[in-house]
């Protein structure tokens, strides 16, 4: 039982700890001490398969990263998954038109948990240099979870392989339990996200209020 | 190549109840255009495609426009005898009339031949009006390659096709409502959040932000009692 359930906690009895030293020590006698959580988020963040799904120039990149020159098969992730099923990460990689925008956020309802998604690319952002048009949606994040930003137009494979390593990191920084579990472990979280319709003037609704909320707007005093 | 006037003689010589009308194109490249009266237009334009000395036999490209309706103010100068002075000069009024232009959507062809190696030839088709006569014959029936085009001109303009094979929209989804290309469009608002807005964005990104503090007081610099 963890501390957190117990009624009372008093006196919780200390628990023999071992440090990072004592560990990476036994490590090298042959003597591997890990815990469960360690095993499963290492595993995890070790064989993130995409999508095999690419929406502009974005996906050039996307395929740039995947060939022999930067390799993304050094970090486990070189299985790009053609159906949504098998895969794991979803890159939106490139403008988000509207037409194209329920399909997108078909594609992630149709994916297993535990699933992530990277938006790579101004337009996957926030709409890029198509911001003002009528027919982009402004950011992927108005309807899907996103876990990973990655700036640039269009960034390079290297930042997409950046973005790929942060994405490890905050994977291997998940609890299995609690209220930090990630939300394929808990049950109070939806892992689907609402399709938005096609409606006479724009989508229908044009953002997921559950979440995505507009940031503060930088409001400068006016000039007297 | 024949000059437009030319293909316009030759035209009316061949149907001659054809409306047509030469635009001229005031700037440098002087790409005079021919403007076809709808009710010839498909005729006219399977004889441009068939014409020995011009075989128009590619049309490159369809596009549309959109004229608004547009109050137009004309200044006349009125001459009237002068009342007080019946003998001398007479008065000069200048007098201003206005006049609605109805607007009209327009759309434009342009046709090359690629067996004769010239081009282009530039046509227009003129709708009515621009909401329950906003109709034009379609010419994919004479040339296969405005079929895309013609649909995106459907479906930015709001243009219909009379004789189009398969008039959907191409770019837009089917519910959607609107034309946005024509001038009074207006646009989604979803400036909710707007990173570094200025000029027209700022204005329509500014009825969702929260109203600016009132402006602090600065002391005036050196300004000492």
């Known amino acids: 039982m963890s501390p957190m359930s117990d009624p009372t906690p008093a006196a919780p009895p200390p628990r023999p700890t071992v440090t990072e030293a004592e560990r990476d020590e036994l490590r090298r006698q042959g003597i591997l001490l890990t815990s469960l959580q360690e095993l499963y988020t290492w595993g995890n963040s070790h064989s993130v398969w995409p999508l095999n799904f690419g929406l502009a120039c974005c996906a050039i990149e996307m395929i740039a990263a995947s060939m022999a020159k930067f390799d993304i098969a050094r970090f486990g992730s070189e299985v790009f998954r053609p159906s949504p099923r098998q895969a794991d990460l979803l890159i939106v990689s490139g403008t988000v038109t509207k037409k194209m925008a329920p399909q997108v956020i078909r594609l992630w309802n149709q994916m297993p948990e535990p699933k992530y998604c990277i938006a790579m690319g101004a337009c996957a952002i926030s709409g890029g240099p198509f911001k003002q048009g009528y027919n982009v949606l402004k950011g992927i994040d108005r309807f899907i979870p996103v876990d990973i930003y990655i700036p640039g137009c269009p960034p390079r494979p290297e930042a997409l392989l950046h973005g790929l390593v942060q994405l490890q990191e905050k994977i291997q920084g998940f609890k299995l339990t609690g209220p930090a579990a990630p939300r394929h472990l808990r049950d109070d979280l939806p892992c689907n996200c609402p399709v938005p319709e096609f409606g006479e003037h724009d989508l229908e609704p044009p953002a997921n209020p559950a979440i995505w909320t507009a940031p503060p707007a930088i409001v400068r005093a006016e000039k007297a | ?225």
């Open chain 2, 1 to 225: 190549m024949e000059t437009p006037e030319q293909i316009r003689d030759r035209l009316l010589a061949r149907f001659p109840g054809a409306e047509i009308t030469v635009v001229p194109n005031p700037g440098t490249d002087a790409q005079h255009s021919l403007l076809l009266g709808a009710a010839h237009a498909r005729a006219l334009a399977e004889f441009l495609r068939d014409d020995a000395t011009l075989r128009l036999d590619q049309c490159s490209n369809v596009t549309g426009i959109d004229w608004p309706e547009k109050e137009i103010v004309e200044t006349t100068k009125v001459a009237t005898p002068d009342p007080a002075n019946p003998a001398g000069p007479p008065k000069v009024v200048e007098q201003k009339t206005k006049r609605l232009q109805l607007g009209c959507l327009e759309v434009v062809y342009h046709l090359y031949s690629i067996s004769l190696r010239h081009g282009p030839v530039i046509l227009r088709l003129r709708t009515g009006n621009r909401t329950d006569q906003a109709a034009v014959p379609s010419l994919t029936p004479v040339w296969r390659s405005c079929e895309f085009q013609e649909r995106e001109v459907f479906d930015l303009f709001g243009v219909t096709f009379h004789g189009h094979p398969d008039l959907r929209r191409i770019l837009m989804w089917d519910e959607f409502a609107d034309h946005p290309m024509r001038r009074d469009y207006v646009e989604p608002d979803d400036y909710e959040w707007e990173p570094t807005p200025h000029g027209t964005v700022l204005e329509k990104a500014k009825a969702h932000y929260p109203a600016p503090p009132p402006a602090a007081v600065a002391p005036a610099k050196g300004a000492t009692p």
